[in-house]
């Protein structure tokens, strides 16, 4: 096993592309043999799509199902497109139901007809239930394979019943218990079935503890759930309690991953799915639309420097400094918006602690306002020879640096109110009052001071 | 089970505030006592340090423990300090070795001998095992206690010893199968033991796909490792093979959440491990450095503007506009150089395809940049009413969204090759290519062109 997981990824992939360029179908065939899934699918993900789509061919069609359930949406639509319809069905057929119906949810909607009635009908109901549900939610989440047992009998019996059965799916830590009518009763983990006596009944080692989750909790608080409990499946259940299938730990940690992305990639105004080789034309219209948002607020801080044009042009040392103060300010706001997004996103900050927060943020902008005030000023001076101007400069800075951190501290509490998502618009709004306020402040100080 | 876990939080976290303020103790206990230790270690790091520290000496000491494995290490470190010696070997006593290792490793140097003193046998070996392996890798985060079985017995003898055990550790999904000298063999899954005939040798079920960890692995080749075989644990092994732990999902759900806050924490200058509560002197210290380097980049910016004091003296529309083409680059870039440095950390971009990935972005940079120098350009037209003007300015912002889309692919690729954190200096560097260059290219056009 080695360490150097990565690496050899990336190698990997180069000899893919130089024998997709050389049309080397053997070497192709030979390289993919020695891959599993989850890697396929990321190789797919990091390849330009004629080489994805020369990929994708020459891989076994009884492979093709798993890798599509390890790739993002977006790819997987794109990959779905090149199929034919009997062949989508075929690839689906081995697949858990919470898989075939993210297929179906990825298809256009007229082929997703076609290819729900191309089911069997086991599949066709369950793929079906999972639609009623929204992709995420528990129910969407979910897949129907779980086994369930009855409260009443004794652990021989169920001993006898799973070596009956023959397989326990994959991810399998406990075993539902259910009364009569197939309600959640709790759960008898497979620990202590394999720790307690033969003639123990269920009913007295199962953990009610556990809990089951309602189909429609969001999947954040899924994610949340099992983390706080440590859970390797949970049940889902409907409003009567009825057990409807099971969520296990490798699709929270896949809603994880995506959790942590989304702060990273919203913040750039893009999407935790985007595909890396989406057609230059589809990225960037995608992309133009945010930087459309961008000009809005920079040419409100234009107009505000326009305002004082006359200033600029007798004292042409503003304009060389005005950006300074604007950076500045964006940089510092942008450290508080941080951390009051990713505590919001945590679930850490509410009513109680997010005065205390503003004050401790507005108490830090305060302090490196004073420090940097202090040097730059300083520095300013050196540079333009010029008393006011340096003191007017250090004023404006540090008048900049406590409304930046007050700024990245209420915007993203006004827009979590505003339901906004704030990791998506934090940091336009931010930067439209640092650069604004700082060139008012600075230009207008100078106006009034220096002339 | 409510579907509003978030919200329900920040009503207990409030109340929780409330009972501190009026010192209502009975009410505070009754609060914390429905809580599981994971809540309380997240109310615990969203409050500020005096609540926090009234919380936690209500805390039964034989709950501090498992809620101190829950918080980050700098409120950890913030809690351990006040405590008393003989009070953290205590709590420690009843935790798995890996989370003893890692209070050992929040105390200050001297305690730490102390501590480790203080600890049994058994424990002290396991942890200082442990400390020799740096905190993020395989041998750092693994706990000892596994179970280990032969494979040359029947499934009727490994029932027999689970049966003697009495108890099997937390998130058990296998046996580590091991040799005579403690070498492993491979894994034997729970749910295989439970589907097999009793008489069936471990020999024949075991399964050797699964790998073992080398101690040395670091901690984001653990998390790859989990991901791409859906692991609920995994054996750790030594150079020798020989089994000396195990790691198990819920660690590795914790290093997949950091991960995801690493980007987002370090394009801020942050460190995802940073206390929301940290006193406002420390996080100032901290955040100075970072606006410090900040500070440089806008100096060399506005140099760069000083070059052409004498035609911004002349034409103030210069210095007005100027900040729009900076802006507009520096976004452009940043969804670039988000894009890259994703890929990046997931692994997905190498040599193969770095190029194509690089063909794109320009492309797409050369599209926005069409689109936007019309728009504009004839936006400036009809404010300024000069042609010259809305032509250089048109031309000087496609410029710089094209140079913004190579930098923000190249710089990440750059600081990966010398081994920095793409992900912290990324968009410094990539502000100080978009602002320079779109004040050089616009200033200069115009001193050429219109004086």
């Known amino acids: 096993m080695s360490g150097n997981n990565s690496i050899d990824k990336a190698k990997l992939a180069d000899q893919l592309l130089i024998a997709v ?28 799509i004629k080489v994805r789509q020369v990929l994708w061919q020459q891989i076994d069609s009884d492979k093709q199902g798993e890798i599509l359930t390890h790739t993002n949406d977006e790819v997987k639509s794109n990959l779905l497109e090149t199929m034919q319809p009997h062949e989508i069905v075929e690839i689906a057929e081995d697949l858990q139901t919470d898989d075939i119906a993210d297929i179906a949810q990825s298809l256009p909607i007229h082929d997703q007809k076609t290819f729900l009635a191309s089911l069997n009908e086991d599949d066709r109901n369950a793929v079906e239930t999972a639609l009623t549900y929204p992709e995420d939610t528990a129910g969407g989440l979910m897949s129907t394979d779980f086994i369930s047992i009855r ?8 001993l006898r019943y799973l070596r009956t059965l023959g397989a326990i799916p994959e991810s399998t830590s406990e075993l539902f218990v259910a009364d009569r009518d197939g309600k959640y009763i709790g759960s008898l983990k497979l620990t202590h079935l394999l720790t307690h ?12 503890s556990l ?18 409990n440590d859970l390797i499946s949970a049940a889902v259940i409907n409003e009567n309690h009825i057990i409807l299938g099971r969520i296990t730990i490798d699709d929270v940690v896949d809603i994880i991953r995506e959790e942590g992305e989304h702060a990273q990639m919203a913040s750039a105004g893009l999407d935790e799915d985007e595909d890396i080789f989406a057609p230059a034309a589809r990225a960037a219209k995608r ?49 508080t918006a941080t951390i009051v997004i990713r505590a919001m996103a945590t679930g850490k900050l509410g009513r109680s602690n997010s005065r205390s927060l503003l004050i401790k943020e507005t108490t830090v902008g305060l302090l490196n306002g004073l420090i940097w005030a202090l040097l730059t000023g300083t520095a300013v001076f050196f540079w333009f020879s010029d008393w006011s101007l340096s003191l007017i400069f250090a004023f404006a800075l540090m008048i900049n640096l406590i409304a930046a951190a007050l700024a990245g501290a209420l915007i993203p509490l006004f827009l979590q109110r505003m339901k906004i998502d704030p990791a998506l618009a934090s940091g336009l709004m931010l930067t439209t009052v640092t650069d604004s306020l700082g060139f008012f402040v600075f230009l207008g100080l100078a106006t009034i001071v220096l002339l």
Do not use: Y
């Open 151 to 158: 409260a009443d009998v004794s652990l021989d019996v169920v």
């Open 21 to 48: 360029e050389n049309n080397n179908i053997d070497h192709i065939q030979d390289l993919l043999s020695h891959l599993v899934a989850e890697e396929i699918a990321e190789i797919l993900e990091s390849s330009p």
């Open 287 to 335: 992309r133009t639309f945010w930087l459309g948002i961008n000009l809005l607020t920079a040419i409100f801080a234009s107009i505000v420097i326009g305002l004082f044009d006359a200033s600029i042009e007798k004292i042409v040392a503003l304009a060389i400094l005005m950006p300074i103060i604007a950076s500045m300010g964006g940089i510092a706001g942008t450290q």
């Open 211 to 228: 809990p089951a989750i309602r189909a429609f909790t969001p999947e954040k608080d899924v994610a949340h759930l099992f983390e706080k």
């Open 197 to 208: 006596d033969e003639d123990t009944l269920v009913a007295d080692i199962l953990d009610q």
